[in-house]
């Protein structure tokens, strides 16, 4: 049930009861499990474009965190079966599991296109509560995803390092021989393959909670920092932004998505909620620096704004070529930087490696 009165009925999976949460939807044709595990999932409904979902089954490798962080889940047809050869269980079962509530046998064509003509609303997803009027007046009066901070419900509560590299069958041996820089990584909903990356550039990886001080970030003097991805408002995250604005002049850094936001803010930018959000992993980004247009993986419900700029020290470096937003932001003298969407991919293509290339380059710049 969404809350402009549009309801949907078929048949529950997964676990049982009422949830709440933005209904958003995702053009993803694979995935599903790295989807369901990604933290800027947090307090949304998932609704899958791609027909068939849970083919493949479920693994302990293509997960993107510890659980599932969304709401719940909406396909069009539930796959009875699995088939993979890393397999280890179920769509179903897994849900059931981490108390996920799914739903099938639904037109997702339809929902699609009505969150795409009216724009992300509050819904409730029920297999228990079956009258409409209920429902509507629980959706009704359920908060909003604006001005509310989903970061800290994500975050690590304490920190951590990171030990992991990059599962890739086409891993370059060279990067073995590496120097070993430092890489403090803000947990703002963090996804393991953005450690992943940087564990295989041969960083030590430090993931610390998304409200650690400046000072804090001082004390461990890291070669360079990492704004990670994260759900929600960036503007109901203004600890955050305060932290950064002290480390932006010290550090190289490299934001990613949520932490693209935060870095906007921070530098006196402005961000606004899009009207259905971007997520997939087929969005055309376009480099403006060079030309050259890559295939990305996107998931953010909110833009930053390159005309609320008051530094102008900051350049935009990337654009959408589906609406033109701002995908990418660098600062002309000092070695930070940032982009939209999700260069670790996971799912997704993998035209944006570039990127953490980039990062680390800077931080050997910085280390000479």
Excluded at 170 to 187: G, I, M, Q, Y
Excluded at 277 to 300: C, W
Excluded at 334 to 341: A, C, G, N, T
């Amino acid at each position: 049930m969404l809350e402009d009165g549009a309801y949907f009925e078929g048949e529950a999976f997964g676990s049982e009861g009422v949830s709440f949460g933005e209904a958003v939807f995702n053009t993803s044709m694979t995935g599903y499990q790295e989807i369901l595990t990604d933290p800027s999932y947090k307090h949304q409904i998932v609704t899958m474009t791609y027909p068939l979902i849970g083919n493949y089954g479920i693994n302990r490798d293509d997960v993107e965190s510890f659980k599932p962080h969304c709401s719940g889940f909406v396909v069009r047809e539930k796959s009875s079966i699995f088939s993979n050869w890393r397999a280890e269980g179920d769509l179903d079962t897994f849900l059931k599991k981490h108390n996920i509530i799914g739903l099938s046998e639904i037109d997702t064509r339809q929902l699609t296109r009505h969150i795409r003509s009216r724009g992300a609303m509050k819904a409730v997803l029920s297999s228990s509560e079956t009258d409409l009027k209920k429902l509507l007046k629980m959706v009704q009066s359920s908060p909003s995803i604006v001005g509310i901070d989903l970061i800290k419900e994500v975050s690590c509560p304490e920190s951590y390092k990171w030990e992991e590299g990059s599962r890739d069958f086409l891993s370059d041996p060279k990067k073995k021989n590496r120097s070993s820089f430092s890489v403090v990584v803000f947990d703002f909903g963090v996804k393991y393959n953005i450690l992943r990356k940087l564990h295989s550039l041969g960083c030590k990886v430090t993931v610390v909670p998304a409200a650690t001080s400046a000072d804090k970030i001082f004390e461990m003097k890291p070669d360079g920092i990492l704004l990670s991805n994260g759900p929600g408002d960036p503007e109901a995250a203004p600890y955050a932004v305060k932290t950064v604005q002290k480390l932006a002049a010290k550090f190289p850094i490299f934001g990613v998505c949520m932490g693209h936001q935060i870095l906007a803010l921070a530098f006196g930018g402005k961000t606004f909620k899009l009207k259905f959000g971007h997520r997939g992993a087929n969005h055309p980004v376009k480099n403006l620096s060079t030309g050259k247009v890559e295939i990305t993986s996107q998931n953010h419900g909110f833009a930053v704004d390159p005309s609320s700029f008051k530094n102008s020290n900051i350049e935009l470096t990337h654009i959408n070529l589906n609406d033109g937003t701002c995908e990418g932001i660098s600062h002309r003298n000092l070695p930070v930087f940032s982009v939209q969407y999700h260069p670790e991919a996971s799912p997704g293509p993998h035209d944006s490696d570039y990127l953490f290339e980039r990062f680390y380059s800077l931080m050997k710049k910085g280390s000479r």
